[in-house]
């Protein structure tokens, strides 16, 4: 299994642009999620998916636009690039399994975004 | 709302030199702490998940265990490899997100 990808690793965008970071999981996992990482803060989630068809917002999600039309590809859309949006993006996912079991996330190596 | 605070920000430590990381945190019903390891320029790399008081898990030279407001991760006989930041995270409530601190940066000098 390769687990979590993204693409790209690296990424300069100039204020405006948009473009679109791509995160696939061949797990069969149900929930998706998007975080940032930026110095002294933490991961953020941005938006998370718990299937197909079904979105939802977390922390920070002005800015981005998500999807999940299959169990495997959650891409975050960045609609007009802003120097605020810099920062290390990851995508993780994780099974729901049954009732309210909490299970872990595994983590993509991450997108490196700067905008300029 | 879902708070969680690690300590120290960073520490350095001798090969060999035992210590402990904390994480504390204020949550409406937890349902999981996790910790992680992200070693620079890649993702977390899952470690463990606690699910109530009491509950200890170890793997290697790492063991982590859990209160009611707080987990250690503690570190015996540290090696330069396990140099690394090391992030805590809690899942509470009804949902699936996680709540992470901001790490602790640890180094191992040889």
């Known amino acids: 299994n390769a687990g979590v990808t993204q693409t790209p690793k690296f990424q300069v965008l100039k204020t405006g642009q948009s473009m679109t970071l791509q995160c696939a999981q061949d797990m069969n996992h149900e929930y998706m999620s998007w975080y940032r990482q930026d110095p002294g803060m933490g991961l953020r989630l941005i938006h998370y998916?718990?299937?197909?068809?079904?979105?939802d917002q977390g922390e920070v999600p002005n800015g981005y636009n998500v999807s999940r039309s299959t169990t495997e590809d959650f891409p975050l859309r960045l609609l007009s690039a802003a120097p605020s949006q810099t920062s290390v993006y990851f995508c993780a996912s994780s099974t729901l399994g049954r009732g309210l079991g909490s299970y872990e996330q595994y983590f993509g190596p991450g997108t490196r975004l700067t905008v300029t | 709302e879902d708070q969680v605070t690690q300590s120290p920000e960073a520490l350095r430590l001798q090969e060999g030199e035992s210590s402990s990381l904390n994480c504390s945190y204020t949550?409406?019903?937890?349902?999981?702490l996790f910790w992680y390891r992200q070693d620079p320029g890649k993702g977390p790399e899952f470690l463990f998940t606690l699910y109530s008081a009491g509950e200890e898990k170890e793997k290697e030279r790492l063991k982590a265990t859990l209160t009611k407001k707080e987990s250690f991760l503690h570190i015996t006989a540290p090696k330069p490899e396990d140099s690394a930041t090391y992030l805590c995270a809690v899942n509470a409530g009804s949902a699936r997100q996680l709540t992470f601190g901001s790490g602790t940066q640890l180094t191992v000098l040889p």
């Open positions: 998916s718990v299937g197909a068809g079904i979105t």
């Open positions: 949550v409406s019903g937890l349902r999981g």
